[in-house]
């Protein structure tokens, strides 16, 4: 029997990344599906109504509109607030929630490392505790999905597809009770003290909210996928799709307009990224095998199957940004990895700080409205400090699902999905990406022939840079890039010696 047939779904996290990504590939491959509730809450003075409106209007679900835009009446809203109890739920809506679901998603979190503890606890894990005991409620639900990160057990070298204890031992219900009690202002306070190994809120929240999903296993049919770092679409629903700056996207944005010049990570070491249209065809995958007592996890990663370095990424993203520049860019592609945290600093101050304020200098002295610049570059230095452990260190993360994955597909009983990680071709996918950054982060329109530098003639002025060739059309910014870094290292010697 169709797994998916007349069912009614609830996805929370609707709004975001892999949330949309999710709710258009239901739509446009799921034509049995029943129907779908998303919350939407009242934010910047829009109310639910209108915010619902806009998100049906929004590209991504493009292809739907254009070729079955009856589909889209398929998706419904429900007033409320992830952050409230009962979801901040009329009681109608919450008995009509409870009476109909067949299948939830929940994807809502809050994904910023430098999170407030209290703001990260009442998201990731007071939300899905609140959500798990609704689902008490549902006699129709057959399936549970949590999606978690690869990284809430970072104390452990080889992650498997289980539950671990958090490190240090933690009782949810503790944690719970009072984070609803204590202060805003002290509980953020005890944030250093209690998340051992965890790099940020982040992590550890999610692996509080694994320990709460882990005891409501016996009595309601729940599964786990945890993805890695979520990346552009590979295929669906358009090549490089991508939404948001965050983690990795964000580096590769600034990379390519020139504006990072150094990196503090390991560049030898694997960097796990995974597409968010595997990410979703996992979501609905792992959905099939909910059954009581026992809850099955999927480590939704690419480290095992088809690895990639820090370096490679590095090398391709160098490599593409400069073949296809964005018109935002203002300084020649190139940054170097360090693992030195003087070093990086030292480089920091150098390329990124003394530019940003030249820039602002002139922008004042020319009494231009351009925004500032160096702001923006200590705020971008923050980000890729909050980064820093998954640039730094690796972790084996164990992926048997996989297998699963593989004998699903080929028994044809989800011939609209796929799974084919091995077969991926990053000199492609690095590609699509960094076109898929420019077309919708930089909203500039993309043509093959018209926007890339292109070689028309060898003996044109070319320089060769970490092989990647350079057209003339390239060299003043080269050269201009030149100068600046010469210029200030020989500054910065002046003022040393």
């Known amino acids: 029997m169709d797994y998916y047939q007349d069912a009614v779904i609830f996805v929370t ?17 799921f034509s049995q599906i029943n129907c779908i509730y998303i919350l939407i809450r009242e934010k910047n003075g829009k ?16 292809r739907v509109r254009a070729h079955c835009p009856q589909r889209m009446r398929k998706l419904k809203f429900l007033a409320g607030d992830i952050e ?32 407030r503890l209290k703001v990260a606890a009442r998201v990731n894990a007071v939300a899905t505790w609140n959500l798990l005991e609704m689902c008490k409620d549902m006699p ?89 770092i979520v990346t552009a679409s590979h295929r669906e629903p358009y090549p490089g799709w991508i939404d948001n700056i965050q983690g990795i996207t964000g580096i590769m944005m600034e990379i390519g307009k020139g504006s990072l010049s150094s990196i503090l990570g390991d560049k030898d070491i694997i960097c796990d990224i995974i597409p968010v249209d595997y990410v979703v065809n996992s979501l ?13 996890i999927s480590n939704c990663t690419s480290g095992v199957s088809n690895p990639i370095t820090w370096d490679r990424l590095g090398c391709l993203t160098l490599k593409w940004s400069r073949i296809y520049p964005t018109k935002k860019v203002f300084m020649f592609p190139y940054f170097r990895y360090r693992k030195n945290f003087l070093m990086h600093d ?27 610049v160096l702001p923006i570059a200590k705020k971008f230095r923050q980000a890729c400090l909050a980064g820093k452990c998954f640039s730094l260190n690796e972790w084996i993360f164990k992926n048997n699902s996989r297998y699963y994955f593989e004998e699903i597909l080929a028994s044809g009983a989800f011939p609209c999905l796929y799974w084919n990680l091995k077969d991926m071709d990053y000199e492609i996918y690095i590609r699509q990406f960094v076109i898929g950054i420019q077309k919708y982060l930089h909203q500039e329109r993309f043509r093959e022939n018209a926007h890339k530098w292109q070689i028309t003639r060898l003996d044109l002025h070319l320089v060769i840079l970490d092989k990647v060739i350079i057209t003339s059309s390239h060299c003043r910014l080269y050269w201009s ?13 002046f003022f040393i010696f």
Request: proline share 5%; net charge positive.
């Open 13 to 29: 996290g609707a709004t975001g990344f892999v949330g949309k990504t999710l709710l258009e590939k239901l739509l446009w491959s």
């Open 47 to 62: 109310k639910p109504q209108q915010r619902f409106n806009e998100f049906c209007s929004h590209k991504i679900f493009e």
């Open 84 to 115: 409230r109890e009962d979801f901040g739920l009329s009681n109608v809506d919450k008995k009509v929630l409870c009476a109909e679901v067949n299948i939830i998603f929940h994807s809502a979190a809050t994904v910023r490392f430098n999170e």
């Open 140 to 228: 129709l639900l057959k399936s549970f999905v949590y999606v978690s990160t690869a990284y809430c057990n970072p104390g452990r070298k080889y992650v498997h597809e289980e539950i671990y204890p958090t490190i240090p031992p933690v009782d949810w219900r503790f944690f719970v009770s009072c984070s609803l009690k204590i202060p805003d202002e002290y509980f953020d306070s005890l944030a250093n003290y209690i998340k051992g190994p965890h790099p940020n809120t982040y992590t550890f929240t999610k692996s509080i909210a694994e320990q709460i999903v882990n005891d409501y296993k016996s009595q309601l049919p729940i599964v786990i996928v945890r993805p890695s």
């Open 284 to 296: 609905i995958m792992t959905a099939t095998r909910a059954t009581l007592g026992r809850i099955y």
């Open 346 to 372: 030292i480089a920091v101050y150098v390329l990124h700080y003394i530019p940003a304020l030249l820039m602002d200098l002139i922008t004042l002295l020319m009494g231009g409205k351009r925004k500032m």
């Open 481 to 493: 890039w030149i100068f600046l870094h010469v210029f200030l290292s020989m500054l910065l010697i």
